[in-house]
């Protein structure tokens, strides 16, 4: 699913409500089990994934992740240390979008 321009500004009116810290940490945890993730989220740069994707997320800076740099630095330097883990997520990837396709056929 990705979000429009106008689908991402409901998102976020939606998070500034009384509850929205706690329907983002919803969101997040759900988001992080999806299969789609398990592989890179099992991988030594799992840690590093969730931080940089948790930032994003709750981020409040314009454009949102600006204030992310760290987490996104620590995330690319382990994906760089660690290239198995990365190939790994990237096929992953690669079988769920072709099962997705398939199943919309």
Not at 71 to 76: E, G
């Amino acid at each position: 699913n990705v979000l429009l321009d106008g689908e991402h500004k409901k998102f976020d009116q939606e998070m500034e409500s009384k509850d929205g810290d706690v329907a983002v940490d919803a969101m997040i945890q759900d988001a992080l089990a999806c299969p789609c993730v398990k592989d890179l989220r099992e991988s030594p740069c799992g840690p590093s994934f969730e931080s940089a994707f948790t930032c994003f997320h709750k981020s409040k800076a314009t454009p949102k992740g600006d204030d992310c740099a760290q987490q996104n630095t620590a995330f690319l330097d382990c994906l760089r240390s660690h290239p198995a883990a990365a190939a790994a997520a990237a096929s992953s990837q690669t079988e769920d979008a072709g099962k997705t396709a398939a199943a919309n056929s």
